[in-house]
């Protein structure tokens, strides 16, 4: 029941980046991936990134190879890097942790942040 708690959010241009950050600690579970979703107003969730606890990640194919995830050493800590934006990649963005395979399913989430708002303008 330890709290996700995500920053970094904010408005940009196309082609800019931003990098959100959360707070992760109490989440070290084996069967566990931590990671981001996001979703828009009248949009169903979408998994966008996961890192296992061997460090293994997993892309949204609209996000590979401009999104890295990542985390720090302690893994108290969870990161976006978000490049090239695009203004369909607007959408509140959250923190979260779930059984492994969630990114495909999001009925396997088991807690998120609050959120942080992201909005790329064309």
């Known amino acids: 029941q330890v709290p996700l708690v995500e920053s970094g959010g904010g408005s940009v241009q196309a082609g800019g980046s931003l990098r959100l950050s959360c707070a992760a600690s109490?989440?070290?579970?084996?069967?566990?991936?931590m990671g981001w979703f996001r979703q828009a107003p009248g949009k169903q969730r979408e998994g966008v990134a996961t890192i296992d606890s061997d460090g293994r990640t997993t892309y949204a194919d609209s996000v590979k190879g401009r999104f890295t995830i990542s985390q720090d050493n302690a893994k108290n800590y969870l990161y976006l890097q978000m490049n090239s934006l695009k203004p369909e990649d607007s959408a509140m963005y959250y923190c979260?942790?779930?059984?492994?395979?969630?990114?495909?399913?999001?009925?396997?989430?088991?807690?998120w942040g609050q959120g942080t708002l992201v909005t790329v303008s064309s």
């Open positions: 979260a942790a779930g059984v492994k395979g969630w990114i495909h399913n999001t009925a396997l989430l088991d807690a």
């Open positions: 109490g989440y070290a579970y084996t069967n566990y991936c």
